[in-house]
């Protein structure tokens, strides 16, 4: 919604294509890790049936079986996804310098 309400500012016009179509679909591996790693984590609790406390005694239901199976390949997925969250920051690198100020070149 943020995205469609403030648009990012325009890639900069020595980026080849290649180079916008990665920092695009790494955009979105981003907003889906920020979707998915979190659900992951909270299956992986449901499943060895460890309380997730939100405030005081409001704890969040399990959302699956309890089972060690389940939670060892949960436990590997959400290691693997949280691993893979900072690099694919690197990526974006040539969309994070799309404007003077950000470079660090405006005055």
């Known amino acids: 919604?943020?995205?469609?309400?403030n648009p990012?500012?325009?890639?900069?016009?020595?980026?080849?294509?290649a180079?916008?179509?990665?920092?695009t679909a790494s955009e979105l591996a981003m907003y889906?890790?920020?979707?998915v790693l979190p659900l992951v984590g909270w299956g992986m609790l449901s499943a060895a049936r460890y309380p997730i406390v939100l405030y005081g005694?409001?704890?969040?239901?399990?959302?699956?079986?309890?089972?060690?199976?389940?939670?060892?390949?949960l436990r590997k997925a959400h290691t693997?996804?949280?691993t893979s969250f900072p690099s694919r920051?690197?990526?974006?690198s040539?969309?994070?310098?799309?404007t003077p100020w950000s470079c660090g070149t405006g005055s």
């Open 94 to 98: 040539p969309r994070s310098c799309s």
């Open 32 to 35: 889906g890790l920020m979707l």
């Open 57 to 73: 005694s409001v704890h969040l239901p399990f959302i699956l079986p309890p089972s060690v199976t389940l939670y060892a390949v």
């Open 80 to 82: 693997i996804l949280a």
């Open 19 to 23: 180079e916008r179509r990665v920092a």
């Open 8 to 17: 990012p500012p325009p890639f900069l016009a020595s980026m080849s294509e």
């Open 89 to 92: 920051s690197s990526l974006t």
């Open 1 to 5: 919604m943020n995205r469609r309400l």
